[in-house]
């Protein structure tokens, strides 16, 4: 067993001492900029009938690409591997629909955030929960006092004794860890396909995930018999918004991202964008 | 038409011409993976069987590894770094570019690396069946190594593999299914995109286990097959 | 990559998959073998629908993927609104009876393969002697057949054993918390190999147990070749080339 461990471990140490052999560049206007996505998370990024990448992100980043002053290039990427190849050099900017999470920080860093979506409860609408109601219909998990502590506990008491499913390594996965499990029992997925299968099921009273995600969903289909309802929960747990990716060495592209997206928050460009796409105004705040 | 045969349809409208193209990715990756791993198993043998001292234990290792840890871990683990130790070893090399390792190669290395430890002791236990007097006997002709090997040894090692490697096929196909966690587009894969798409998972997962039933018993007839082949000329009581 | 900064209280968090995995494992394999007498006994009924009817399941269970048949268990039964609004719906509803039933209904195909194997390798000649002593059909089952069977089936059993131990990392994948999905809630949040190393680790932990379990109950059960063992490990007299 010993052995076992050993010999891993010297494959995996030669493997961190080749990925840590990246320089960091230089970034300045008329760089090329190159920019990941998944193309597979509507509306967020996704792969349009012609193969097209399409989506917010990908409007949003020829507007901050002209604002930073650099040629940008935006390349696809499957998710798994998306962290991985940022910091093996194969592209320069990750933008596709990441949350600026402490977990993700350690390995990589972050612009400031341009969008964040809530976290909604989903339940069926034909069973107990579809009336279910708080005080706030915004819960910024910033801070949490008053307003926040009354809306969690409208849920821990919702839900107490039954089961919330929710999607496997996902900011929504910590919130339910540190907010509520103990009252109610947290169900993991591999895959949101396959939680939506198990809350149509009834193996769950209710699943947690991103409005962005929700709304286009429901929308389809008649809404398949699901309902969203409580509260849209920011901040905190769900990390920081929605920002860009960035090498940790590259702390000066990602100022340049930064400094960009203010200039497109303040003058109403991220909300713009936001509404076109997701139907309701997604746009980090502040 | 019932339901669930309108969801089998071929074309535009049903998930059946999806379900089969996935049970065509499916045969590759086994076929692919199988035969990678008869190579490894027959190197494995040989390493197994080799009288340099330190190589039979290496053998070993790899073997109680592969057959003590769970496939799904063994799959995660080449999953998680395998594209690290790549880019690491190219390194060495001098490559400096990006390496992605996508979900085909992926899975099937992972495959190739758990059946190939079990064709390892099939290979490993056939070449001791070979009666030793035949190999004294041939090199008492006056055979060489090269052609002791291929007229005497390789012959008989093929006849007495044959019904085991016909298990770790089958272990290899079936494992197959395991890959659609890691995204390939196979049997598993396709049933779990078309439950998704249209909430009706029984309907999809009866389906997948009849297409592997269909695999399983057309390879089983092959490997009957090539058993009455490799035995031809052999003497039954 | 790894990192080392916390490697005994992941291993802690990873240890508590494994009343999960090993309940399971232990729960099915006993279960499993119960049936799979039965199984055996019907495939060597001469009464040709049974015997067919028993070889069916056994060819279906072994020629698809356990993953199949879990997830048809699992995700393939909430499918049913008659189902989920029957008595039966506690029980399927959860993962872990979900996953308990497809192991059991799986190693049940192939013990009782391995079983069957047992039967026949008892020779015919001892049933005609306990036979010809008076014995009845039970005491011959319980007092010459079974004994005998067992003990030829035991070193195959014992790869099912382990077989099983490894198959429950398939419960994983339809929600059940045992070491396969904390290690990969781990490696899928961090992207280091070290929940899943030390996963791989515990699991052959938990087979070298098995095997060394099924080792000392071979050796238990065979006293008489116990002997010719014990002169098999004895340095070679030099006539081992003689075959």
Known sequence: ?286 | MPEWLSLLAWGDTGWGDEMVRGALVTLQVAVVAFALGVVIGAGGAAVKLSRVPGLPLLGDVYTTLIRGIPDLITIYIIFFGGGQLAMSVARLFGHTGYIEIDALTTGVSALSVISGAYSTEVIRGAVMAVPKGQIEAAKACGMSRWTLFRRILVPQVARYALPGLGNVWQLTLKDTSLISVVGLTEIMRQAFVASGSTKQPFTFFVSAAVLYLALTSLSNKVFNGAEIWANRGVRRA | MLRFDEPWTLFLEILGGVPNTVSLALASLVLGFVLAVGLALMRLSPWKPVAWLAYAYVYFFRSTPLLVQIFLIYYGTGQFEGLRESWAWPFFREAYWCAMLALTLNTTAYTSEIIRGGLQAVPWGQVEAAKACGMNAILRLRRVIFPQAIRQALPGYGNEIVLMVKSTSLASTITLLEITLIARKDASSTYTLDALVIAAAIYLFINLLATRGVAWLEYRLSPELREARILKALPDPGLSHVH
């Open chain 1, 1 to 286: 067993m010993k052995k076992t461990i050993t010999t891993l471990a010297a494959i995996a140490a030669l493997a961190v001492a080749g990925l840590a052999a990246e320089a960091a560049a230089e970034w300045k206007k008329g760089s090329p900029v190159r920019i990941a996505t998944e193309g597979a998370y509507a509306p967020w990024n996704y792969t349009d009938s012609s193969g097209k990448l399409v989506g917010f992100e990908l409007d949003l980043a020829v507007d901050l690409c002209k604002r930073m002053a650099v040629t940008c290039e935006v390349v696809q990427q499957a998710w798994e591997g998306i962290i991985p190849a940022l910091q093996a050099g194969k592209y320069d900017a990750i933008m596709a629909g990441m949350s600026i999470t402490e977990k993700r920080m350690k390995v990589i860093t972050f612009s400031r955030s341009y969008a964040a979506t809530p976290a909604v409860f989903v339940v069926k609408s034909d069973g107990p929960f579809a009336g279910l109601k708080a005080a706030v219909d915004a819960v910024t998990m910033d801070k949490i006092d008053g307003a926040e502590k009354d809306a969690i506990a409208t849920v821990k008491k919702a839900f107490a004794g039954k089961t919330i499913g929710v999607q496997i390594a996902t900011t929504h996965e910590n919130f339910l860890n540190e907010f509520v499990a103990g009252d109610v029992t947290v169900k993991t997925y591999d895959t949101q396909e396959n939680l939506d299968l198990d809350l149509q099921a009834g193996r769950v009273d209710a699943a947690l995930a991103a409005m962005s995600y929700w709304k286009p969903l429901l929308e389809k289909d008649g809404g398949k018999g699901l309902k969203m309802v409580g509260p849209g929960f920011t901040g905190g747990p769900f990390g920081n918004g929605v920002g860009a990716g960035i090498r940790q060495e590259d702390q000066a592209l990602a100022d340049m991202f930064s400094k960009a997206i203010n200039a497109a928050i303040a003058d109403g460009t991220v909300s713009k964008l936001a509404v076109q796409h997701f139907g309701f105004d997604a746009s980090a705040k502040n």
